[in-house]
Structure formats: structure tokens, C-alpha cells
């Protein structure tokens, strides 16, 4: 028996293409409800270091502003962000916060949330809001983590999350036999 | 590009962005279909080089723009013929 099909070799038009060609896109940013607030993220320019204040009085005086978010507004210990692929307790002293806590540990991580009235006022609002971060020594590569010199987690006691290997079949005959090794280290950026 | 096509066939160029997949997410396609609009308007013999230097202000992140500039080569035959 055989099935006709009107795809494969076909050339499909977009059912979805007619709108954008004329321009009738909607995006998420043509949302528009009642009551719709604008958020925008404030976020560490420091690669590591300890929060020491955040002011957001002068922000919260601009108008149009309704609230700005800190880890002091969580109402006790920050939750922090599960990993979903392979969650193992081992990694759980590493999970990092919804939203910087006492440390920041990368340049970005959220320190503040605004929300306002419109895009325009919460991008003003975050400009307003002053964080004194001191700074601490950056990890920036492996070795230097592995040192434990500087640690990130210090609950953890240590920069080393977990340690596994993998393998798949004899490797130790298959290299055994071969006619050619060759030993070679990899990095990757993160 | 709202006012592109007043009625419910899509212009020459529109259909060539359709025809050329030249779309995907539809983000930038206005922008796309208006810088090409207007440079064919002038000229309607531009080239493939001459056509990635005018749409080079436009930014698209699903196309890899090849198919966007294969679809205004395809779309230069209707502005010749335009009066």
C-alpha cells in the first residue's frame, strides 16, 4: 500500500507568511492589556563580588515606576534555579539564585527588577538605581577554580561540582590494539 | 509595508519573499520588503552585491539573508516592466 503525501519534494508555502509580509505581525511587544506592566532587569556588571547596598529610592521616586524587585523582597532564603537536565543533590550547593542575594558570580546576573508603566520609564529606572558591589577576585578559568583559592559557593567548601567519567565499550583494548594514540586536553568557554 | 498592497494579491516582491522562504520569524520582514522596494524602484537592474550592500542595515537572525536576496533578484523582473 502506498500513502500519497503532498510535502516531501513539494514546495510548501508559509501559512503564517501572509501577516508578516503585510506587516501584520504580532510580536510580544505588541502585547498590549489592562493594568499591563513593563519590567526590566538591572544587572551585575561585576564578575564577583559582595552586595553591599542597593538604593533604589531615586527609581522608585521617578513616575511610572510601581516597584522594584530585590532579593530582599523574596521573603527569606532566595530560590534558587534547579537544573533540569540530570538534577543530582551533589550539584544543589551550586544552583544559583533567582536573583543576586549577598554575592554576584557573573557578569549579568539579575540584581533588580523594576516594573513600570511603560518599556521607556523602566529602562530610566534602572539607571537610577545605585548597587555598591565589592568587588572580589574573578575565576575565570579551570585552574584557577580547581586552586579553591577564591570560591564562589562557599557553602559548597570548594569549585568543584562533581567529578564523573564516561565510557562506552572496551576503550582500554580498543586503545591497547590501535596503531595510533594520541593524548590531547580540551577546553571549552564555560 | 502596511501599504504596500492595498488589496488582497501580494505585490511581485511579497511573493517572492513568500516563494524564497526569505521569512521566518517575520520580524524584520517589513524592513526587508520596504529597503528592497525602494532600491528596486531606482534600480531595477541592481545586483546580488549591490542588493546585500542596501539591505546590509537591516538585521536578520532566521535566514542567513541568502534567501532574502535571492527573492529581490527574483522580484527585479516586475519592476523592469513597471512604466
Known amino acids: 500500500m502506498t500513502i500519497a503525501n503532498r510535502y516531501i519534494g513539494a514546495a510548501i508555502e508559509r501559512v503564517e507568511d501572509l501577516r508578516f509580509l503585510r506587516g501584520k505581525g504580532q510580536y510580544l511587544d505588541d502585547l498590549s492589556r489592562e493594568g499591563l506592566l513593563h519590567a526590566a532587569i538591572l544587572r551585575s556588571s561585576v564578575a564577583h563580588g559582595l552586595v553591599r547596598s542597593i538604593d533604589a529610592v531615586s527609581a522608585l521616586a521617578l513616575g511610572g515606576v510601581h516597584c522594584v524587585i530585590t532579593a530582599a523582597d523574596m521573603g527569606g532564603a532566595v530560590p534558587r534555579i534547579p537544573i533540569g537536565l540530570q538534577p543530582l543533590p551533589v550539584l544543589e550547593p551550586f544552583h544559583q539564585p533567582v536573583i543576586a542575594d549577598v554575592k554576584v558570580r557573573y557578569v549579568g546576573e539579575p540584581i533588580a527588577v523594576v516594573l513600570t508603566n511603560s518599556p521607556a520609564i523602566a529602562e530610566d529606572a534602572l539607571e537610577l538605581i545605585r548597587v555598591d558591589i565589592e568587588a572580589l577576585p574573578a575565576v575565570v578559568d579551570r585552574r584557577q577554580a580547581a586552586s579553591n583559592e577564591t570560591l564562589l559557593f562557599e557553602d559548597a567548601g570548594g569549585n568543584l561540582a562533581i567529578r564523573y567519567t564516561a565510557s562506552r565499550g572496551d576503550a582500554a583494548a580498543a586503545f591497547e590494539h590501535a596503531d595510533y594514540t594520541r593524548q590531547e586536553g580540551f577546553s571549552a568557554q564555560r | ?83
Not at chain 2, 542567513?64 to 527585479?76: D, F, S, T
Open chain 2, 1 to 83: 509595508v502596511e501599504g504596500l498592497s492595498h488589496d488582497a494579491e501580494l505585490t511581485p516582491l511579497q511573493a517572492a519573499f513568500r516563494k524564497h522562504h526569505a521569512l521566518q520569524c517575520g520580524f524584520c520582514t517589513p524592513g526587508m520588503i520596504i529597503t528592497a522596494h525602494a532600491l528596486l524602484s531606482a534600480e531595477p537592474e541592481a545586483d546580488a552585491a549591490r542588493i546585500q550592500e542596501v539591505l546590509s542595515g537591516n538585521l536578520c537572525r532566521c535566514t542567513g539573508y541568502l534567501p532574502i536576496v535571492e527573492a529581490v533578484m527574483h522580484a527585479r523582473a516586475a519592476y523592469r516592466r513597471r512604466p
